[in-house]
């Protein structure tokens, strides 16, 4: 199968990288020029597509898709009939919908397939793809997203996956922000965190978030597994769906403010764990 993948990050390049090694034909493409080993690489979106069955995209945001796809020397006048465009971005479900009947207007398919799982999952191909599309396309996507993957959960159709994304991503920073203050009030009052992590995973408090986040929280260790720019970028998506959905979600803003004044300190390309540093600030 011949797949032209779009965007190169944090996770797109270790997901080509698995397509590669799976035996498919990659050409890639990413805004400032990489290399992905036994890859083809392209000088543009539209470069990239030329022949490809399947386009895949993992860009930054919205805005970056919309480029790809539209932009000079983007996918646009490359779709042709009986492809499939995915798109493992995280972005606005109704700009999904919009991208979608673009597509389905040139003859072929459009899935988007956010995925959860982080840099560690992408590198080791266990992500999980939260889809939205038709199933027959999904079915014939099966092997790329096996090379890539070990769980594929179909949410609806187009711009479904995008939607229980931001929802997913809503409830991460929120637990997070839990720990974060438990954590900030537990070393406030003398308690040893190590020892506060230890009681965590020993009672019905534990959650995956906290057992993924808390050995870098205790080193202080921000490298960056997911950006905390790019977890604003998702709550402020959530909060724009809130928005349309006529729903206030107190949380999700108090969450969200958090996340800005971390930005704001020059912490956006850390680690979103890096959002507990606001709170360590507070209690100096």
């Given at each position: 199968?011949?797949?032209a ?7 797109g ?6 397509l ?7 050409t890639?493409?990413?805004r ?34 919309e ?51 982080s ?10 793809f ?20 070990k ?20 409830q ?56 905390l720019?790019?977890?604003?970028k998702?709550?402020r ?18 969450v ?25 600030a507070?209690?100096?």
């Open positions: 199968m011949r797949v993948f779009l965007g190169l990050g944090i996770m390049h270790a997901m080509a990288s698995n590669v090694k799976a035996g498919f034909d990659v890639v493409w990413n400032t020029p990489k290399h992905v080993a036994g890859a083809r690489t392209a000088n543009t979106p539209g470069e990239a597509a030329c022949n490809a069955e399947v386009i895949w995209m993992c860009v930054s945001d919205t805005v970056a898709v480029q790809v796809m539209f932009g000079e020397d983007g996918l646009e006048s490359h779709i042709a009939p009986g492809m499939i465009v995915v798109d493992s971005s995280t972005i606005s479900p109704k700009a999904t919908r919009r991208f979608a009947e673009h597509t389905i207007e040139r003859g072929a398919d459009y899935v988007d397939a956010p995925v959860t799982g840099k560690i999952g992408a590198e080791a191909g266990t992500l999980t939260i889809v939205g599309g038709r199933e027959e396309s999904i079915n014939r996507l099966g092997p790329l997203l096996e090379a890539m993957g769980t594929v959960m179909r949410m609806g159709e187009v711009g479904m996956g995008q939607s229980a994304k931001l929802a997913m991503n809503l991460i920073a929120m637990i997070y922000q839990g720990f974060a203050e438990g954590i900030t009030m537990a070393k406030k009052l003398g308690v040893d965190p190590a020892r506060l992590v230890e009681l965590i995973q020993a009672s019905m408090v534990r959650s995956g978030v906290v057992d993924y986040k808390a050995p870098f929280v205790l080193k202080q260790d921000y490298t960056p597994n997911f950006p720019r790019l977890m604003l998702d709550l998506l959530a909060q724009d769906a809130a928005a349309d959905a006529q729903l206030t979600l107190p949380g999700l803003e108090m969200e403010a958090i996340y800005e004044q971390a930005a704001e300190a020059g912490d956006g390309d850390k680690d979103y764990c890096a959002s507990i540093k606001v709170l360590d507070r209690t100096e």
